[in-house]
């Protein structure tokens, strides 16, 4: 009986840990899934413009101080995160019809060996590169408004200062919206 109630439990926790928007653990990294929640920041409330820069996955170096006048979308991955897989394809097409309108895209992996980012980038390719963090250093810029789950994307505007953070998977049509809203304001 007592350990019929041990398995229970132990069963019933795991299905907590792998519930939408709660703490689970995958490949001894803990992470928080998002709830797919869009926070718009108004241009008048932004702060300081961040810069993001780093070594690439094929070991450029990359500095977004260099896209300064561009929208930016930055993302958050990891090979461990399962809906990093699930939303790598809408990142690729969101990547290709944007970029013909001026916006930069660049991935921000984290918690990752670098074979391991390389190997999810061969199959997940993006088109756009991606920086490594293995550290969670990066992460750091973003301050209060940065990355609080895997994964989640950043929309940074022409001045290099955060305009909106998409907290979990992101689809092509939401990531449009918050990109064409941040388009269409007045420098």
Known sequence: M????????????????CAKGSSGTSSELSYVAGDGSTI???????????????????????????????????????????????????????????????????????????AAAQAFSRRFPTGYPSLQDQNGQLILAFGNLGPAATPSTIVLDRAGRIAARILGPVTQAQLRDVVTAVISEKS
């Open 2 to 17: 007592f350990r019929r109630a041990v398995v229970l439990c132990f069963a019933a926790a795991l299905l907590a840990s």
């Open 40 to 114: 718009y920041v108004s241009a008048d409330k932004r702060g300081s413009a961040i810069a993001v820069a780093g070594t690439t996955l094929d070991g450029s170096a990359l500095d977004t101080k260099a896209w300064l006048g561009k929208v930016v979308v930055v993302n958050l991955w990891a090979s461990w995160c399962g809906p990093c897989r699930g939303e790598a394809t809408a990142l690729a097409n969101s990547y290709k019809n944007l970029r013909t309108l001026g916006v930069q895209f660049v991935g921000l992996n984290t918690r990752d060996g670098l």
